[in-house]
């Protein structure tokens, strides 16, 4: 008799299982480095555990129009991984890899047998300015609706080398970024092709830059959020940071 269990329950040794889940996030199509097609899902049961679902190569298609974001699934005999820690702690120790011999079957809205999961309860979102109050608990988990300004490269950091990337995010809630971005005055930069950095170049006032064209133009381009906000986290004036960018040397050799 196939066991009927929640997320936690099933390991790689589990013979034959059902667990009731609801898809609540469908990552986009992505390759290896060895340039094999994967999807990510993200699974969460009845108890609101979750864990990463995988699609491969051409069952991506199979599943296109079979798997829907905020539906529920009963999913049987999905192969069950255990997942890598190579790139910091994953969502769950194991991971399900779901192809055409997993069983997916769709719990319908007004089924006899099974009621579909509720859909995700909206997050409770914690202001910028009460973080710092939170008692600070390694356990601590906070929602925060933010909007990403910059993404460092990936680095190792630690006596234990652990692979991590500094992003700096902002809201819409504090009045002195509103005020340090209107009037702060434009400042040139150039950045290099070879800078590795992932950052969108938004100038105030001006229109999108896409990275590919960032580092294949060769005109100095406009970067005042980035003085800015990177002012207002090491707490200087505006007019001091970007005094500090522009004798930079890796700003003379243009590189931000």
């Given at each position: 008799m196939a066991l009927r269990g929640n997320i936690?329950?099933?390991?790689?040794?589990?013979?034959?299982?059902?667990?009731?889940?609801?898809?609540?996030?469908?990552?986009?199509?992505?390759e290896?480095?060895?340039?094999f097609r994967y999807q990510n899902l993200i699974l969460e049961d009845e108890e609101e555990q979750q864990i990463r679902g995988v699609v491969w190569g051409d069952d991506?298609?199979?599943y296109a129009d079979k798997l829907k974001l905020f539906h529920t699934y009963l999913i049987s005999t999905a192969r069950v991984k255990i997942s890598s820690t190579q790139y910091g702690r994953p969502l769950h120790k194991f991971y399900w890899?779901?192809?055409?011999?997993?069983?997916?079957?769709?719990v319908e809205k007004n089924g006899e047998r099974e009621i579909p999961k509720p859909p995700p309860r909206k997050p409770n979102l914690t202001d910028f300015d009460h973080i710092a109050h939170i008692t600070p608990d390694p356990a601590t988990e906070?929602?925060?609706?933010?909007?990403?300004?910059?993404?460092?490269?990936?680095?190792?950091?630690?006596?234990?080398?652990?692979?991590?990337?500094?992003?700096?995010?902002?809201?819409?809630?504090a009045k002195e970024n509103n005020d340090m971005?209107?009037?702060?005055a434009s400042d040139n930069f150039s950045r290099s092709p070879r800078s590795s950095t992932s950052l969108m170049v938004i100038p105030t006032q001006q229109q999108i830059i896409p990275i590919a064209e960032i580092q294949s133009q060769t005109s100095v381009m406009t970067c005042r959020s980035f003085v800015c906000?990177?002012?207002?986290?090491?707490?200087?004036?505006?007019?001091?940071?970007?005094?500090?960018?522009?004798?930079?040397?890796?700003?003379?050799?243009?590189?931000?």
């Open positions: 936690n329950q099933i390991t790689p040794d589990t013979p034959d299982w059902t667990c009731k889940v609801q898809i609540v996030e469908i990552g986009r199509e992505r290896t480095e060895k340039k991506i298609q199979y890899v779901l192809d055409k011999e997993t069983i997916v079957e769709l906070i929602d925060i609706l933010a909007v990403v300004v910059h993404c460092g490269p990936p680095k190792y950091a630690g006596r234990v080398p652990n692979r991590c990337r500094e992003i700096i995010v902002t809201d819409n809630q971005l209107g009037g702060c906000l990177n002012a207002r986290v090491a707490n200087k004036s505006c007019e001091q940071r970007k005094e500090e960018i522009l004798t930079a040397p890796s700003v003379n050799n243009g590189q931000l």
